[in-house]
């Protein structure tokens, strides 16, 4: 009885201590991470449209319902306005779409004519000098921008993938498809007046 | 301090935990595309394994041992997660290629491995020095790996967007070798290499073994 109770409280002892070790760790760090989180977002939706000064996100129930079901099978996360001085220039959509080695997060420029104006990645999990190319080789993300207002799943199938990492390619592709037609159906005319 | 040297370097070569003991491959296998990244996986492992060795180290006394696997567990896990934090809120940049990597830490069997195997009957002192003689040699034999399969499969090193080394133009990589299969083919060789070199140096260090 005595050595089995010694056995429980030597587990116990250390889980509590591990724990506490933990809190302390994440007390000090929460804020920091909250704070790099906010930076990457930032930057993701900075890189896909440049002209933009500042980013709201949709709230629109009805709005994120439409363009979520439109840009199925990628799944669709966020949808941001994208604001220049007070008047809006655009939109910007989260979507995520699989590629090789899992999902792959993407956000995706639009302007309110419904032109790409750029696509990055924000986190993937493609295997390192293949499936990675499609970062690391400029043209590719490139090619995206500018396709014309109202594009649709074949042009976009028309763009070069890479050798080598085709299904990561296809997927940033099915990405961008998916934002396409999330604002065909849903964003397209859903501009906010610009405020007086 | 002469024992001290010795536990740290059979870390290196002769008990090296990846070429010779053949512990934690999964991982070495999974990350050694990049250099880049095998250079943080190895930091962090040395970090993980030295920090745990310590504690258990210093603790062996008072762990029983019907549950010395259970705690063992907690405190690597416990590590990991303050490296994992850590890692995400002070360098995103390296969080960023190697996050999903570190979780990977607590089941890479080096770490229990060495606190099982090392820390719970040594004292605190020799520990240290198995675990950050057992990290260097993770470290080594890593980044080893991943320079080759780097170099070869890709035809340059790349080093935080900058490319620190390129093959010849006309170089045409052979992706096998960043496929898991390329990952077997060349550890395979790097094991052959490492048993004639320590067969080699313990024959220099005997040289009267031979039949003449």
């Known amino acids: 009885m005595r050595e089995s109770l010694r056995l429980v409280v030597s587990v116990l002892v250390t889980c509590m201590v591990a724990a506490t070790g933990l809190a302390l760790t994440y007390a000090v760090a929460a804020p920091r991470i909250e704070e790099q989180d906010r930076l990457a977002q930032e930057r993701s939706l900075k890189a896909v449209m440049p002209e933009a000064d500042g980013f709201d996100a949709v709230e629109d129930e009805e709005l994120i319902k439409v363009a979520t079901s439109a840009a199925e099978p990628a799944t669709l996360t966020a949808i941001y306005r994208a604001k220049r001085g007070g008047s809006e220039i655009g939109w910007a959509v989260r979507v995520s779409s699989r590629g090789y080695g899992g999902p792959m997060h993407l956000v995706i420029g639009l302007d309110t004519s419904g032109s790409v104006t750029g696509v990055s990645i924000l986190s993937m999990n493609e295997t390192p000098g293949l499936g990675t190319k499609v970062l690391s080789e400029k043209w590719f993300l490139a090619q995206f921008v500018g396709l014309p207002p109202g594009f649709d799943d074949q042009d976009v199938r028309a763009l070069d993938v890479i050798a080598g990492s085709t299904r990561s390619a296809n997927g940033i592709r099915d990405g961008v498809a998916a934002a396409g037609r999330a604002y065909d159906k849903a964003l397209q005319g859903r501009e906010e007046a610009a405020n007086e | ?212």
């Open chain 2, 1 to 212: 301090m002469s024992e001290w040297l010795r536990v740290f370097r059979q870390g290196l070569g002769l008990e090296n935990p990846l070429t010779v003991l053949m512990i934690g491959l999964c991982a070495t296998l999974a990350v050694s595309t990049q250099l880049q990244n095998a250079l943080f996986m190895g930091v962090a492992v040395v970090f993980v394994l030295t920090m745990s060795n310590v504690l258990i180290s210093a603790f062996r006394r008072q762990i029983p041992d019907q549950v010395r696997i259970p705690i063992f567990i907690v405190v690597i896990a416990s590590f990991v997660t303050i490296v994992d934090l850590v890692m995400k809120g002070y360098v995103p940049a390296v969080y960023q290629v190697l996050g999903i990597w570190i979780p990977l830490i607590v089941v890479n069997c080096i770490i229990l491995g060495r606190a099982e195997a090392f820390a719970y009957r040594n004292p605190v002192g020799l520990s240290i020095a198995d675990g950050l003689g057992m990290g260097a040699g993770f470290c080594l034999v890593i980044m080893l790996l991943a320079f080759i399969r780097e170099l070869f499969g890709t035809g340059r090193i790349v080093w935080f967007d900058t490319t620190l080394i390129s093959m010849p133009a006309g170089y045409a990589p052979p992706s096998l070798l960043l496929l898991f299969p390329g990952a077997f083919f060349v550890f395979g060789l790097m094991i052959a290499a490492s048993r004639w070199l320590n067969e080699r140096m313990a024959s220099v260090r005997a040289p009267k073994g031979g039949a003449s």
